[in-house]
Each structure stands twice: as structure tokens, then as C-alpha cells.
């Protein structure tokens, strides 16, 4: 079972930078593609970023993209989320997801859907002030 704890939440001045960090417990960690999700206060949760086993592919949602990059350093069993010229709509808890590949040759590819990620990390929150 993979454990993920996020960090580097704060309170940040619009415009500022954040760089969150996920990190993860458990065997084969490059055996599952991450994503970033994130939540508003009576908001349904949706997908930031995500990035496949290798690193080698990345999908942002059109509301970051530009502004956000997700990476990974398998080595560290790490994924990160740089967030720049932060918003204040970027505000909410950030949570970081895993999701296991199928099979060793299946073809990564970005879902949005929450239901396909296995493993949750509890959050960390994020609050950009105008």
C-alpha cells in the first residue's frame, strides 16, 4: 500500500510562488502516475496536473497551464507541483493522487476522473490573497 503526505502549503500574496512536495511511501512508486487535485470550499474537487510514470508526459488544466509544472524524481519517491503568478482563485487544499499503471506496457494517458486514482494524500492548503 502507497502512503502519500503533501507539504509546502501556505499563505501566499498574488503573484507569489509555491512549490508543493508529495512524497510517497511504499514499492515501485514508478509504477503509478500522479496527479494534482485541488478543492474549494463547496467545490467538487478537480485535476490540476498530472504526469505519467517516467515524467516523459504531463497534462495541466487550461485554468494553470502556463503558470503551474508538475515533475517527479523517482529516485526520492517525490512529485512536485511549482505554482507561479498565483491566483486568487488558486486557493483550496491541494491534494496529491497515485494512480497504478494496468500493465508494464500499457500507454499512460491524463484522466480527470477521481474514481481512477488509488491512493490519496490527505492535503494541504493553499490560500492566495489579493
Known amino acids: 500500500q502507497v502512503q502519500l503526505v503533501e507539504s509546502g502549503g501556505g499563505l501566499v500574496q498574488a503573484g507569489g510562488s509555491l512549490r508543493l512536495s508529495c512524497a510517497a511511501s511504499?514499492?515501485?512508486?514508478?509504477?503509478?502516475?500522479m496527479g494534482w487535485f485541488r478543492q474549494a470550499p463547496g467545490k467538487e474537487r478537480e485535476l490540476v496536473a498530472s504526469?505519467?510514470?517516467?515524467?516523459?508526459?504531463?497534462h495541466y488544466a487550461e485554468s494553470v497551464k502556463g503558470r503551474f509544472t508538475i515533475s517527479r524524481d523517482n529516485a526520492k519517491n517525490t512529485v512536485y507541483l511549482q505554482m507561479n503568478s498565483l491566483k486568487p482563485e488558486d486557493t483550496g487544499v491541494y491534494y496529491c493522487?497515485?494512480?497504478?499503471?494496468?500493465?508494464?506496457?500499457?500507454?499512460?494517458?491524463?484522466?480527470?476522473?477521481?474514481?481512477?486514482?488509488?491512493?490519496w494524500g490527505p492535503g494541504t492548503q493553499v490560500t492566495v490573497s489579493s
Open positions: 504526469i505519467s510514470w517516467s515524467g516523459g508526459d504531463t
Open positions: 511504499g514499492p515501485l512508486f514508478s509504477s503509478y502516475a
Open positions: 493522487a497515485a494512480r497504478r499503471r494496468p500493465w508494464a506496457g500499457s500507454r499512460w494517458y491524463p484522466t480527470e476522473d477521481i474514481r481512477l486514482y488509488d491512493h
